[in-house]
């Protein structure tokens, strides 16, 4: 059973052009989440996707930053005009349902992906 | 709003001695609690995790109690080793929310 795939794994990127980062969720998991770890940083939350469907960006900034999970394909976090800010590492994350009610779990494990680390020059 | 707070570091342990790091939380619910470990260059592993107070989970020598009375989840090792150098985050989760400490840099010397 594969795990949270996240790529590409390394990315550079010039100020001003675009970043387009994919997450594939482990099988079976229809909820992902993004979080970015700047340099030196713990993880913050950006976006909670399922598919088709945002249900939390509070974490995302208002500019330049979308996310999408779309019916069929991987979720891409897509950075517009990036600056040297964005460098980071963008995490993807995936977690399961419960099967009979659909409704979240929290004690159910959220599983990373190995990151994808952005660096803007 | 939710959050959690940990040990700062870095920490530096020579090979087999007891590691500690603290961490507590502030939550308006009963979250379920986690503590994920990062080696360098990769990505989130899942350590252990507790969903209720009193509750200890355990992994690779690891363990960690949920004291509810205390908003607590400090994670223990008896006797580190050097392949036991990473960082280290507690996070607590709140329906779908998973929220991080800063991280606690850990490194064991031979």
């Not at chain 1, 963008?90 to 929290?106: H, I």
């Not at chain 2, 090979?15 to 500690?20: I, S, V």
């Not at chain 2, 080696?39 to 020598?61: I, V």
């Amino acid at each position: 059973n594969a795990g949270v795939m996240q790529n590409p794994r390394h990315l550079v990127r010039r100020r001003g052009q675009e970043a387009r980062l994919r997450c594939s969720p482990m099988k079976g998991h229809s909820h992902v989440y993004w979080y970015r770890q700047l340099p030196e940083e713990g993880l913050k939350f950006m976006v909670y996707l399922q598919k088709e469907n945002i249900i939390d960006e509070s974490g995302m900034p208002k500019e330049r930053f979308s996310a999408e999970f779309p019916k069929e394909g991987p979720s891409i976090l897509r950075i517009q005009q990036v600056v040297r800010g964005d460098s980071a590492a963008y995490f993807c994350a995936s977690t399961s349902m419960d099967p009979g009610t659909g409704a979240v779990v929290s004690g159910n494990t959220i599983y990373f992906g190995e990151g994808s680390w952005l660096t803007v020059v | 709003g939710d959050s959690v707070t940990q040990m700062e570091g870095p920490v530096t342990l020579s090979e087999e001695a007891f590691l500690t790091i603290n961490c507590t939380y502030t939550a308006t619910g009963y979250p379920s609690l986690f503590w994920y470990v990062q080696y360098p260059g990769e990505g989130l592993q899942l350590l252990l995790k507790a969903t209720k107070a009193d509750d200890k989970g355990s992994n690779k020598g690891f363990e960690a109690t949920y004291r509810k009375e205390t908003t607590s989840f400090h994670l223990e090792k008896g006797s580190v080793q050097v392949s036991d150098s990473a960082v280290y985050f507690c996070a607590l989760r709140l329906d779908y929310k998973l929220s991080f400490g800063a991280g606690t840099t850990v490194t064991v010397r031979a």
